[in-house]
């Protein structure tokens, strides 16, 4: 089993920036990917980014070049820069093991506004 906690989410004004994190604890070793979700109100939740222990990063089809993630053993981070009212939303992390076994977060929320 993988547990994931977020942290680093909050309210941010339109045009600043933050750096959501994430920690994995317990069968960290079986975690291939790692990465982000969010799920706007109201909408679908869609995947942000995704990075393998390879190094391969994936981003999905809506996100652009605001958004940097990065990882470091157990945990993934997510820069976001240049925040605007529609990235507002739940950031999960996400986790997928090397049989396939996915994990989520509980999620941090990010509120842009003024």
């Known amino acids: 089993q993988v547990q994931l906690v977020e942290s680093g989410g909050g309210l941010v004004q339109p045009g600043g920036s933050l750096r959501l994190s994430c920690a994995a604890s317990?069968?960290?070793?079986?975690?291939?990917?790692m990465g982000w979700d969010r799920q706007a109100p109201g909408k679908q939740r869609h995947m942000v980014a995704r990075k393998m222990l390879s190094g391969f990063t994936d981003y999905g089809a809506s996100i652009d070049r605001r958004f940097t993630i990065s990882r470091d053993n157990a945990n993934v981070y997510l820069q976001i820069n240049n925040l605007k009212p529609e990235d507002t939303a739940v950031y999960y992390c996400?986790?997928?093991?090397?049989?396939?076994?996915?994990?989520w977060g509980l999620g941090t929320q990010v509120t842009v506004s003024s």
């Open positions: 317990g069968s960290i070793f079986d975690l291939n990917v």
């Open positions: 996400y986790g997928r093991s090397t049989e396939n076994r996915e994990y």
